[in-house]
């Protein structure tokens, strides 16, 4: 069963501070996280951090996932690799509302050398308060799995 309040994160060194802002954002606003890590600052690979975070959205542990890198690129060409996984790279409130409504997006990048941590969790509470729009949006989305 898909759990709504669940949500998976993970991050390579870039992301650690704004990662752990918004642990401590969502957890005060009632979500349970599930930290995929990085926890320090040494140097990883994105990857590793990165495809649990799909899983856990693909298998239904997570309704949502939140990736974070440097440039958000990486995360994101990596979570898009697994099936009915929609990441969008997201730098404004904006850029978040439109991935949920017209693109179903269910994990937001967030690129930590672009964004304040404010920033961020702007970004993130749209994402996770929008809603898909479905309709026209909704056979486009169809057409995205190979």
Known sequence: MLNT???????DHA?????TIL???????????????????DSVDYPDYAHPVALDVEN????????ICGSANGVCITANKHAGIRAALCWKNEIAALA??????NI????????TEEEAVACVDT????SFEGGRHQTRVNKINC
């Open 127 to 130: 994402f996770l308060a929008t």
């Open 5 to 11: 309040k669940t949500i998976s994160i993970g991050c």
């Open 23 to 41: 642990i401590q954002h969502l957890e005060s606003n009632g979500y349970t996280i599930l930290n995929h890590g990085t926890d320090t600052t």
């Open 100 to 105: 949920r409504q017209h693109n179903d997006a």
């Open 15 to 19: 992301g650690v501070a704004h990662k």
């Open 108 to 115: 937001i990048g967030i690129p930590a050398r672009y964004m």
């Open 60 to 67: 239904g542990k997570a309704i949502f996932g939140i990736l």
